[in-house]
């Protein structure tokens, strides 16, 4: 059927656009571990476009297997890689199955890469926040000296490191 051999066609162009993503979020980790903004805004720039890529894929692939699905009398929606490797001819079958399972894994190793660059930027951006914070903070004005030393205020306090009771 000509339907499922676009759509094999198809899931495999999605599967390297995925690889692509995979790659550049890698790409990424490596800068954001090196603290190199510049390469990280590049790489960046490069995944949006691959997410992109992934994007239309993902249209194309629902697309086909819709004609495809309409070709068997199936309900869309139940129509995914497991139930097309089961539709196809016996000479499909083996090549689906396995393009699902490397899709599927792929698309796992994304994720997780995915989720551990996020949590670096978040730890970053919470590390600046704190920073940004501490720097600015009422009393940081008092950590201004003068040439004799003096930070123009009166202490607060100006009892002796130990009580008199002691």
């Keep these: ?21 995979l790659d550049l979020a890698k790409e990424k980790h490596n800068s954001l571990k090196q603290k190199d903004l510049q390469r990280l ?5 490069k995944e949006q476009g691959a997410l992109f890529e992934i994007k239309l894929a993902q249209q194309k692939r629902e697309k086909i297997l819709r004609e495809v699905a309409s070709a068997m009398q199936l309900p869309p929606e139940e129509l995914n890689l497991r139930t097309l490797a089961q539709l196809a001819p016996d000479r499909q079958k083996e ?6 399972v490397e ?5 796992d190793e994304y994720k997780r890469q995915d989720t551990i660059n996020r ?3 978040e730890d970053e951006l919470d ?8 720097s600015t903070r009422e009393g940081s004005a008092a950590n ?15 009892a002796g490191l130990f009580d008199q009771k002691a």
């Design 1 to 21: 059927m000509k339907e499922i051999d676009k759509a094999v066609l198809i899931i495999a162009q999605e599967k390297e656009a995925y690889r692509k993503a």
């Design 41 to 45: 805004d590049e790489v960046v720039k």
């Design 95 to 100: 090549n689906i199955e396995n393009l699902r």
């Design 103 to 107: 899709f599927s894994k792929l698309v």
């Design 119 to 121: 949590r670096i930027i």
């Design 127 to 134: 590390y600046i926040g704190f920073v940004m914070n501490f």
């Design 144 to 158: 201004n000296y003068d040439q004799a030393g003096n930070t123009g205020r009166e202490p607060a306090y100006r």
